[in-house]
């Protein structure tokens, strides 16, 4: 068995029989390809590395095909390979690609086996996604942002690079995966605009301390990521989280449930509004400082807050409103779960206990009017699950 065999599905198997072109052109990223076609091949796809010579100088073909176990394909040949190759991929990923073939392909130049890739894999339909990797005074040269809003306009996919100094940096693998798998599999949500809200809010109790709860913020990431890869225009609003919000994910930050009520007016704006939010049921009257430390007792009075979820109902009377119901154990949970749904009319309960608060795991329970599913697994794929379910509201 192939290396590259050993490790294929090892992450997912959400790029399972996709055949991947991965264009390797020569800016000192390339050294990077070796881990972005390992991680591909992780999550289930056939990869076959396409090199441009001054990339082959930078990076070995052998290292590529280690990782990939399929030889690159280097220079144009009797074999047309790169007509036979890339009319039958299912998508042409350029990673990195370089100032020199970024102005080439945006004029249908075709002098290697890469651009001649690429020119056959756009006449045939075949999606093309463009990761750029340069010093940033080549990406902000005029002629470059041109051809980049010219390949955007004839539909290419340009993957952003990350402005870090003096550098547009090649995108990081994670997001370059969920690019390539929202465009071959973003068609569960595509034009779906979803907004997720999850994380812990904090209600200050004085000016420094506050009360919050223990929730991380997994599931709200696993959620928001899963509708981006799944094709749908997400925006994530969050309190606080304890795992890192993928930078391709637009995300608002709230603190408050108050906060949360401030800019609620904006949730008319989608199609799908999931709330696995830990919010507040209660929160205390502020006090403006810092409360005595050197009190033998101190009594806060809580008050019951807002529902926000009774909002978004009255805001979106077409929207579906999907909210998660945290209870202490199984025991009557479904139940609670419908009771949950009717009391605020909402299109779908997601149920689950204490457990899944900070775990990488969960149990849930998907309750609406007709039925009840129950799963268990890991969050990422609980939140494809419960995103799919969506489709039948
Ligand atoms: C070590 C090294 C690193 C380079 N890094 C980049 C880069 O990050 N981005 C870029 O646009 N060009 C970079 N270049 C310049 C390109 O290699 C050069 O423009 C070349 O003509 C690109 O050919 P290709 O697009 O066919 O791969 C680099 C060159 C060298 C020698």
Redesign the pocket.
Known sequence: MHPADEIRGEKSWDLKDKKIALCI?????AIESFHLCRELIRHGADVIPVM????TK?LHPNTMEFASGRKPVLELGGQVEHVKICRNVDLILIA?C????ISKIATGVAD?ALTSCVLVAEGSGVPILIAP??HLS?YESPIIREHVDNLRKRGFTIIDPEIKGESARLAGKEKIIAYVKRTLNGKHLKGKRVLVIGGASMEYIDDIRFISNRSSGKMAISLATKAFEMGADVELWHGMVTERIPDYIPSRKFESVKDVFRIIERSKNFDFIIVCAALANYVPDKFDGKLPSDKDSLTLKLRKSPYVIEELRKLNPNGKVIAFKAEKERKDIEKKALDFLNKFNLDLVVANTLQAFGSEKSEIWIVSRRETFYLKGNKKTLAEKILLKLREL
């Not at 052109?25 to 990223?29: K, L, R």
């Not at 370089?98 to 073939?101: F, G, K, Q, V």
Request: glycine residues 6%.
């Open positions: 052109t020569g800016s000192i990223a441009s010579e001054t990339s930078i990195p370089t100032a020199n073939t290697n990797a340069m080549m």
